[in-house]
T-cell receptor
Framework: DGGITQSPKYLFRKEGQNVTLSCEQNLNHDAMYWYRQDPGQGLRLIYYSQIVNDFQKGDIAEGYSVSREKKESFPLTVTSAQKNPTAFYLC????????????FGPGTRLTVT | EDQVTQSPEALRLQEGESSSLNCSYTVSGLRGLFWYRQDPGKGPEFLFTLYSAGEEKEKERLKATLTKKESFLHITAPKPEDSATYLCAVQGGRQFYFGTGTSLTVIP
């Protein structure tokens, strides 16, 4: 079964701790994305990567970091510098090129207290 | 400013009562317009891609249409299982812009 997996589904952390969210895809997609979803707001782009070992900041990259060492994997680290980290995080992937739809994972809900 | 606006924010329909959801955009250089369905606590599920004005796509009770400035998602004779939030996204250049969604509730 092809798809995108995110783990864990729920994550709880104390303030001041870094936390890493996992995203894996077996769709052979070149591009991967991380979004944040908050109530009443559209999805906001955190980081994206078009190819392995390369990634770009999105609209709200401050306090986050990523890596893209493998085509299938694009982990997101939420650092202690992120001022309001509690949110629903979504990973997506797509083929690269002119215009391709993005496919989303099931999401990780992060709660920081 | 590039943006995507969806209306209404929320819609309640009786089972079988057809209606339309709107997605208007002011994104230059349209590359594609995408519709997604999102259930509570889950990731968005891809529904349709539209590339040019006049294009239409259908899937079961859903039909998406596109003009130069907006897209409509028509829902014909909805059922309770169609209840979800419907998201619209527009690609302009390399950027994707998402609307805030329309929350649809279909009452039996």
């Amino acid at each position: 079964d092809g798809g995108i997996t995110q783990s864990p589904k729920y994550l709880f952390r104390k303030e001041g701790q870094n936390v890493t969210l996992s995203c894996e895809q077996n769709l052979n997609h070149d591009a991967m994305y991380w979004y944040r979803q908050d109530p009443g707001q559209g999805l906001r782009l955190i980081y994206y990567s078009q190819i392995v070992n390369d990634f770009q900041k999105g609209d709200i990259a401050e306090g986050y970091s990523v890596s893209r060492e493998k085509k299938e994997s694009f982990p997101l680290t939420v650092t202690s510098a992120q001022k309001n980290p509690t949110a629903f995080y979504l990973c997506a992937s797509s083929f690269s090129g002119a215009s391709y739809e993005q496919y989303f994972g099931p999401g990780t809900r992060l709660t920081v207290t | 400013e590039d943006q995507v606006t969806q209306s209404p924010e929320a819609l309640r329909l009786q089972e079988g009562e057809s209606s339309s959801l709107n997605c208007s955009y002011t994104v230059s250089g349209l590359r594609g317009l995408f519709w997604y369905r999102q259930d509570p606590g889950k990731g968005p599920e891809f529904l349709f891609t539209l590339y040019s004005a006049g294009e239409e796509k259908e899937k079961e009770r859903l039909k998406a249409t596109l003009t130069k400035k907006e897209s409509f998602l028509h829902i014909t004779a909805p059922k309770p299982e169609d209840s979800a939030t419907y998201l619209c996204a527009v690609q302009g250049g390399r950027q994707f812009y998402f609307g805030t969604g329309t929350s649809l509730t279909v009452i039996p």
